[in-house]
């Protein structure tokens, strides 16, 4: 089943021209398309099912800088001080709380591994500490374990994935923007290689400037323009308990994670367990991934499911360059894992025994579309003039989701960027550059 989200209406009239379309009204577009209106700017915001109906409704609303990638930590920096801001600006709970992350390990290459980490946190101010035994046991209590150490952020965070894209979105809205849910992109229309204005099945709107925020339908929308995007889905599972006691708000061990709610309830899941769905996607770009899966082997499961003929990465999807493709799947919600719904409810349990019989309201699953380094596009799209791809967060975009709206909102407009782009190109995905896999 599909998690809880404040649902929005949609504005009726589809206009005829806009300054800047918007493919997907997730975090990340509905981000950007704030601070697009922001600007002045007329923004239509197309989603084919609602805001916030997949992924961004879907993760576990961590918002962070500590243990991120090199790579995303500037962008991170951006991210922590927009969430504030947003949260002042559209005068909306987000449900975002500056509450402190917490992880824990017994393993002692780990805790060397966040030690390193902490003097790449320096270069950018980063608030991180590494727990000491004592420490870490009095904020991670009555554990299972015999903690080694852990890391602890004060300044880092979380925000409720249920609220936070629809009232940004609703913030777009206050400014200008126009949201259209139910209203699936069909197609881009070109002219002499510059975008022209983009076909949806509620009719045609002339523009300039598209922004592709599509997550994982980004590959297959952008594929009939002979744009290659490498995209791979991992299948996660998630599950909400209902109002208990309060261990703590937020809290990563190598077991499980828990993430409080506002109502009382528990986000809990498992770091890195998966399914790896092979689908003709996955197959077509094999070479690029298999670097990333090989490294993921442990911790996922290999097989076949729907997604090998229903959706993004399906045969259907890869074969056909049927348009209404996008509008005969609204929303991409495959049920969760039931082993692994099996092995949460038992890992919470055993971990945090405080919790007792911790009862299941409801569990999800979810598509995470990953890229093969694991790091975020964000990127001019080269021989598209006016087309802007943001996509693949693999897993990091919600917390992200502020700052990469941002900078995608920055290169829709040609605007000097708030960070160096250069990470998050298209092109490094397809030009041979060597790539460096991303901690996960």
Not at 15 to 40: F, Q, W
Not at 131 to 137: F, I, K, M
Not at 194 to 210: D, F, L, N, P
Request: aromatic share 6%; charged share 25%.
């Amino acid at each position: 089943m599909s998690p809880r989200v404040e649902r929005i209406h949609s504005d009726e009239r589809l206009p005829a021209e806009a300054d800047v379309v918007i493919v997907g009204g997730g975090i990340l577009g509905s981000t950007a398309a704030y601070y697009l209106a922001k600007r002045a700017l007329s923004v239509a915001l197309l989603e084919k099912g609602h805001v916030a109906c997949e992924q961004s409704s879907r993760n576990w609303g961590w918002c962070r800088q500590q243990n991120r990638d090199r790579r995303e930590l500037p962008l991170s920096v951006i991210s922590m001080r927009l969430w504030d801001e947003l949260t002042r600006d559209i005068n909306r709970d987000l449900g975002f709380r500056r509450c402190g992350l917490v992880y824990a390990t017994h393993d002692e290459a780990v805790l060397a591994g966040w030690e390193k980490w902490r003097g790449i946190a320096r270069e950018y101010d980063v608030d991180t500490r590494v727990l000491s035994r004592a420490e870490v046991a009095e904020r991670v209590p009555e554990a299972r374990d015999k903690w080694v150490g852990g890391t602890y952020s004060e300044r880092d965070g979380k925000a409720e994935p249920a609220l936070a894209a629809p009232a940004i979105a609703e913030g777009a809205r206050t400014l200008g923007a126009t949201i259209h849910q139910g209203c699936a992109a069909r197609a881009l229309d070109l002219a002499n290689g510059k975008i022209a204005g983009v076909h949806t099945e509620k009719g045609y709107i002339r523009t300039s400037a598209v922004l592709c925020a599509a997550g994982a339908w980004s590959s297959r929308f952008l594929r009939p323009l002979g744009i290659s995007f490498p995209q791979a889905s991992i299948r996660q599972t998630a599950l909400r308990s209902t109002p208990t006691i309060n261990i703590g708000e937020a809290v990563s061990t190598p077991y499980c994670t828990i993430t409080r709610r506002l109502d009382g309830s528990y986000t809990l899941a498992i770091s890195g367990k998966a399914n790896l769905e092979i689908t003709p996607q996955a197959i077509r770009y094999s070479r690029e991934f298999m670097p990333q899966f090989l490294r993921r082997l442990k911790n996922v499961r290999l097989g076949v499911g729907r997604s090998f003929v229903s959706g993004p990465d399906s045969m259907p999807a890869l074969l056909t360059n049927d348009d209404r493709i996008f509008e005969q799947n609204r929303v991409l919600d495959p049920p969760p894992l039931k082993w692994l719904v099996s092995q949460v409810v038992e890992s919470v349990r055993k971990t945090f025994p405080q919790l007792g019989e911790i009862k299941i309201d409801s569990a999800w699953g979810g598509f995470v579309d990953c890229t093969p380094d694991a790091v975020p596009v964000v990127s001019q799209v080269d021989g598209v003039e006016g087309l802007v791809l943001a996509a693949g967060c693999s897993g990091h975009g919600f917390g992200l989701g502020p700052g990469l709206g941002y900078l995608a909102a920055e290169l829709v407009v040609n605007d000097t960027p708030c960070v160096d782009p250069t990470p998050f190109r298209l092109s490094r995905l397809v030009d041979g550059s060597k790539l460096d896999i991303a901690a996960i």
